[in-house]
């Protein structure tokens, strides 16, 4: 028996995530990877290099709060989207029960994170505008417990419209969370809401 066969089913059955990087993009800027282009200076002592960090520290979230204008309640700190994607899907959906709904193109992680954990994908691919197809979304909303929008989003850089954001807020109103993962916000800050 080999260590593949003691993975769950859905584990084994899933397609590694592939970034623009390791597909063999070239160049030395990476916006995919939302990456700052330099160091931080890090202010190093005994006592910070032996101990976990804080989970949820009081001062990034108090800061974060006033930058985008929410109360701290409202933020919670993750180590990267991933991380934030993954607490999301298994806060709120139920293995093998709920679904999870995005809109291709789109960032690979929210499949990639769902299935995982055993959580069904449903997909309504955007129009050709590549705006959501609130129609399809509203048909196959049954069992989706959070819908992800990306935006601006990845990978192609498009910006949902706010009325559309607002309908589809309005259309899952009781039924689902809708995520605005907006990692890319600060190269177009008025698209927010």
């Avoid at 954001?165 to 190269?187: H, Q």
Wanted: net charge negative; hydrophobic share 40%; with cysteine.
């Amino acid at each position: 028996m080999s260590i593949e066969d003691l993975a769950r089913a859905n584990v084994r059955a899933l397609t590694p995530y592939q970034s623009a990087r390791r597909l063999g993009g070239k160049g030395d800027v990476w916006l995919n990877a939302n990456e700052f282009p330099t160091a931080v200076a890090f202010q190093l002592t005994e006592q910070t290099l032996n101990r976990y960090p804080e989970p949820q520290p009081k001062a990034v979230i108090e800061s974060y709060a006033r930058y985008a204008e929410v109360k701290p309640e409202q933020v919670l700190v993750s180590r990267g989207a991933d991380e934030g994607i993954e607490l999301l899907i298994r806060a709120f959906c139920e293995p093998g029960e709920d679904a999870v709904l995005y809109c291709p193109p789109t960032y690979g992680m929210y499949s990639v994170s769902a299935e995982t954990i055993g959580v069904e994908c449903r997909t309504v691919p955007t129009l050709a505008d590549w705006q959501l197809d609130l129609p399809g979304i509203e048909a196959r909303l049954d069992g989706v417990k959070v819908v992800f929008v990306c935006s601006p989003n990845n990978p192609t850089g498009q910006i949902i419209d706010p009325q559309s954001m607002r309908d589809l807020l309005e259309m899952t109103r009781g039924k689902a969370i809708v995520v605005a993962d907006e990692a890319y916000i600060e190269f177009c800050p008025q698209a927010t809401l």
